[in-house]
């Protein structure tokens, strides 16, 4: 029997989004994207992550390599949204993504440009921690709130050099 060639190591990527990465002034309520190849669609449930968090659950429809995702209620006027994907998220050979991937569009005319980034490094070792969730809240008097909200505000994860980044 041939062997089939050398394993798949390529994670999917997102070849094409609806609104694009970058839009403003973006009216739908859906949102498109087309892999490279087929994902587990179980697995995308669970990577995903959309901030501002809507206050129902999102439906989520699959045909073929693309997924359309439609929110619950009406987008917030002059806000940025961020959609991202976690190293959770597979190919249907069981590859991962390296890092997370994100996607970010404005109902309003600016997308906000803020950045957070850093790195997380074990106690003990002082080694990487990789594929640690990092969460981020708002926090608009810059005080921190007693006790932290249910949901954080914003989510990532870290990278196997143990860094992390928030766009956005």
Request: glycine residues 8%; negative net charge.
């Amino acid at each position: 029997m041939p062997s089939g060639g050398p394993p798949d190591q390529t994670p999917p990527e997102i070849e094409s989004a609806e609104p694009a990465a970058g839009a403003v002034n973006v009216a739908m309520e859906v949102v498109r994207l087309t892999f490279s190849e087929p994902v587990e669609q179980s697995s995308f449930t669970r990577a995903l992550t959309v901030t501002p968090e809507p206050e129902g659950r999102l439906d989520v429809r699959w045909k073929g390599r693309s997924v359309e995702i439609r929110f619950p209620e009406p987008l917030r006027e002059n806000t940025t949204y961020i959609l991202t994907l976690d190293t959770g998220l597979r190919d249907l050979r069981g590859v991962s993504l390296r890092q997370p991937l994100t996607l970010a569009f404005s109902t309003g005319p600016v997308i906000n440009k803020g950045k957070i980034e850093g790195r997380v490094i074990g106690p003990q070792r002082g080694q990487p921690v990789a594929e640690l969730d990092v969460y981020a809240y708002a926090a608009p008097d810059s005080t921190v709130p007693a006790p932290l909200p249910e949901r954080p505000d914003y989510r990532t994860q870290t990278d196997p050099q143990g860094r992390f980044r928030f766009d956005y």
